[in-house]
Every structure is written in structure tokens, then in C-alpha cells.
Nanobody, 111 residues
Framework: QVQLVESGGGLVQPGGSLRLSCTAS????????MSWYRQAPGKEREYIAR???????NYADSVKGRFTISRDNAKNTVYLQMNSLKPEDTAVYYC?????WGQGTLITVSS
């Protein structure tokens, strides 16, 4: 059974940083790409970043240069380092593998 468990959310001031973690189980983590998505209040879920099995990365324009996706295959974990956070980054952030999703973790960027 596939499980994706996110952690690391919380309240942060504009300009601050947070790191999200997603620990996966139930599949061969190191063999697959992983992605992060987010869903802001009243909006559709949107793609944020992807990391391939080999470590190649891709980002949405809205977060490019501020967010960094990485992975630790030994820990079956994918990370999202978020810097220079803005109020418009406020959302529930989800880890994704194919059609499997974590429970989400809320990030609130506010002073």
C-alpha cells in the first residue's frame, strides 16, 4: 500500500523559509520521479516541482529561483526547500507519485 506522509508545514512571515518533507512507502521510491503540488484556498491544485529518479529537477515559473526540490533515496524522502516566501504561497502542499497523494501540509505566509 502506497503511503505519502508530508511534514514541515506551519506559519511563516513573508520572506521566511520552510522545508517540507514527504516520506514515501509501498513502492520502489528510488526508481521514480516525485512531485510537489499545492492548492490555495478557492483555487485548483497546481504543480510546483518535480524531481526525476536521477535527480533532474523542474519547477513552475511561480516558484523558480525560490524553491528547491531534492530527494534522499536512503530515507525514501523528498524535500521542498522554500525560501523568500510570499503571502501568495499560502496553500496546502501535497506530495505526489502518479495518482497517489499525501494528506497535505498547510503553509501560511503572513505577518
Amino acid at each position: 500500500q502506497v503511503q505519502l506522509v508530508e511534514s514541515g508545514g506551519g506559519l511563516v512571515q513573508p520572506g521566511g523559509s520552510l522545508r517540507l518533507s514527504c516520506t514515501a512507502s509501498g513502492f520502489g521510491f528510488s526508481l521514480y520521479a516525485m512531485s510537489w503540488y499545492r492548492q490555495a484556498p478557492g483555487k485548483e491544485r497546481e504543480y510546483i516541482a518535480r524531481i526525476s529518479s536521477g535527480g533532474s529537477t523542474n519547477y513552475a515559473d511561480s516558484v523558480k529561483g525560490r524553491f528547491t526540490i531534492s530527494r534522499d533515496n536512503a530515507k525514501n524522502t523528498v524535500y521542498l526547500q522554500m525560501n523568500s516566501l510570499k503571502p501568495e504561497d499560502t496553500a496546502v502542499y501535497y506530495c505526489n507519485w502518479f495518482n497517489s497523494w499525501g494528506q497535505g501540509t498547510l503553509i501560511t505566509v503572513s505577518s
